[in-house]
């Protein structure tokens, strides 16, 4: 069983940034794929950002490419979701994800087998 706990959340204004992190517990954190979804109120859960176990390689949805990070450091266990430039529409409550082995296409929910709670993120305009 892994547990993940999301912190870094808040209230910023447009144009600022955040960066959440994710802490893992539970061993073998370097085999889990990690992704960040979100979601807005009335509205479906929506990818943001994943980093694959395997290669390092970093996904992201389009709405957050080039203001987005997705980084991890595996001696932590830990994930982080680096936000610049902050806009209203990214004010969503953001939850971290593990998959274990994960593999591409990793912009899925299916692809992951633990979920944090999540933590919330608003942007004022």
């Known amino acids: 069983q892994v547990q993940l706990v999301e912190s870094g959340g808040g209230l910023v204004q447009a144009g600022a940034s955040l960066r959440l992190s994710c802490a893992a517990s539970?061993?073998?954190?370097?085999?889990?794929?990690m992704g960040w979804f979100r979601q807005a109120l009335g509205k479906e859960r929506e990818f943001a950002a994943a980093?694959?176990?395997?290669?390092?390689?970093?996904y992201y949805a389009d709405s957050v490419k080039g203001r987005f990070s997705i980084s991890r450091d595996n001696a932590e266990n830990t994930v982080y979701l680096q936000m610049n430039s902050l806009e209203p529409e990214d004010t969503a409550v953001y939850y971290c994800?593990?998959?274990?082995?994960?593999?591409?296409?990793?912009?899925?929910?299916?692809?992951?087998?633990?979920w944090g709670q999540g933590t919330q993120v608003t942007v004022s305009s």
């Open positions: 980093i694959s176990w395997s290669d390092g390689r970093r």
């Open positions: 539970g061993r073998a954190f370097n085999r889990y794929s």
């Open positions: 994800a593990a998959g274990v082995h994960g593999r591409p296409p990793l912009d899925s929910g299916n692809a992951y087998d633990y």
